[in-house]
Each structure stands twice: as structure tokens, then as C-alpha cells.
């Protein structure tokens, strides 16, 4: 019962590559997420699907894009990537048919930095 | 004035305490309110959920205050493995991109 499951779990970048961080759930979950956590500053969303097909942005979209490729996969993706984005990404989804009660089931995390 | 807020800790505690978080929160619309637990270099948890009229989960307790918009978790019986960051989750909306996470409070349960 794999869940959530988020690749790689450790990146290191130099500023300007890019790279692709995937994830991949099979619970049936109509909405994926990803997160990002900061010491200090919680977990904020960069970007969502609510459901296949669809995405929108979060609370810090900027220098991020994502595709929800099909029902299991959402990736994301940082183009040129910056020093501001060395982070631990998580990858969440849910299955909003629980209503206000969906819990955000998370993947493991990937450590990226970027030099 | 932060959405959610919550006391970084640590709070340090014998084994067998006692121990209460709060966590405040700015919109009085919110919603739907959670507490996830995260181990040190771990994915977040859902630990519970808080309901209007409280909860309880074996040795969790969860309570919500809407007139002074906040919640707050209980643990009793302190183990070693409670020994975690605790965040609180508050939702505005029905859907989880409104949801928000506190920046946790991290708890360490000694011997």
C-alpha cells in the first residue's frame, strides 16, 4: 500500500538548472497537492489539482509550474531554479468527497537545494 | 497578525505529563480545524480531527473555541513517542486550497 509517493528524495541544484519533481498516489484521490516547508514559515501550497485536468495556483506559485498528467500523477517543475527555493517539497492529495473532513494524505518529501 | 499561530516550543516533558498546545487562529469564518503530527525529517501526519463539541482519541484530547478562535490538543500520559512537532491545520473554505498550516510546535518527551 505504496500512498503517496514523491521522486527523488534528495536533489541538489545549481542555480539556473532545472528539474522535475514527481508524484505519484494510488489511493483513487481526485486532488493533489504540493507544499513546500520552511523553517518558520509552515507549510505553504505552491500549487493544486482539484481534480484531473485542472490546476491552479496556491500561495507562492511564482518559479514553479506543475501538470496533473493523469488522475495519479502531478509533477512540478522548477525551470530556473534559485537559491529561495531550497526546501523540502511535499506532495499531498485527498479525496474531497469526505467533504470539510479530508485529511491530506502526504508523500515522503524531497530535500532539494539549490547552490 | 499571522493566519494561524502556534508556540514553537520546545515544550519539554517528563514522561507520564500532561501536556497542552493551543493554537490561535485570524479568520472567525474558519471552518474545519485538524491537528497533523510530523516526526523530525518525516511527512505530516493527520493526528486528528477537532470537532465543535471536542474529541477525544485515547490519550488526545482536542477542543475548539470559536469566541476566542482557538483550538487546542491534550496529551496525556506522555510516551517517549509523542515526542513530535505538532502542526495545526485550519481550513476557511471546503476546499483544501484554503487550507492552513501552522508553523508547529515541537514536543519532547524525556525520561
Known amino acids: 500500500n505504496a500512498g503517496v509517493t514523491q521522486t527523488p528524495k534528495f536533489q541538489v541544484l545549481k542555480t539556473g538548472q532545472s528539474m522535475t519533481l514527481q508524484c505519484a498516489q494510488d489511493?483513487?484521490?481526485?486532488?493533489m497537492y504540493w507544499y513546500r516547508q520552511d523553517p518558520g514559515m509552515g507549510l505553504r501550497l505552491i500549487y493544486y489539482?482539484?481534480?484531473?485536468?485542472?490546476?491552479d495556483k496556491g500561495e507562492v506559485p511564482n518559479g514553479y509550474n506543475v501538470s496533473r498528467l493523469n488522475k495519479r500523477e502531478f509533477s512540478l517543475r522548477l525551470e530556473s531554479a534559485a537559491p529561495s527555493q531550497t526546501s523540502v517539497y511535499f506532495c499531498?492529495?485527498?479525496?474531497?468527497?469526505?467533504?470539510?473532513?479530508?485529511?491530506?494524505?502526504f508523500g515522503n518529501g524531497t530535500r532539494l537545494t539549490v547552490t | 497578525r499571522k493566519e494561524v499561530e502556534q508556540d514553537p516550543g520546545p515544550f519539554n516533558v517528563p514522561e507520564g505529563a500532561t501536556v497542552a498546545f493551543n493554537c490561535t487562529y485570524s479568520?472567525?469564518?474558519?471552518?474545519?480545524f485538524f491537528w497533523y503530527r510530523q516526526d523530525c525529517r518525516k511527512e505530516p501526519k493527520l493526528l486528528m480531527s477537532?470537532?465543535?463539541s471536542g474529541n477525544e482519541d485515547g490519550r488526545f484530547t482536542a477542543q475548539l473555541n470559536r469566541a476566542s478562535q482557538y483550538i487546542s490538543l491534550l496529551i496525556r500520559d506522555s510516551k517517549l513517542s509523542d515526542s513530535a512537532t505538532y502542526l495545526c491545520?485550519?481550513?476557511?473554505?471546503?476546499?483544501?486550497?484554503?487550507?492552513?498550516f501552522g508553523t508547529g510546535t515541537r514536543l519532547q518527551v524525556t525520561l
Open positions: 499531498a492529495s485527498s479525496d474531497p468527497g469526505q467533504g470539510f473532513l479530508a485529511p491530506l494524505h
Open positions: 489511493m483513487n484521490h481526485n486532488s
Open positions: 489539482s482539484a481534480s484531473e485536468g485542472t490546476t
Open positions: 479568520n472567525s469564518a474558519s471552518q474545519s
Open positions: 477537532v470537532y465543535s
Open positions: 491545520v485550519v481550513i476557511d473554505t471546503g476546499t483544501a486550497s484554503k487550507l492552513t
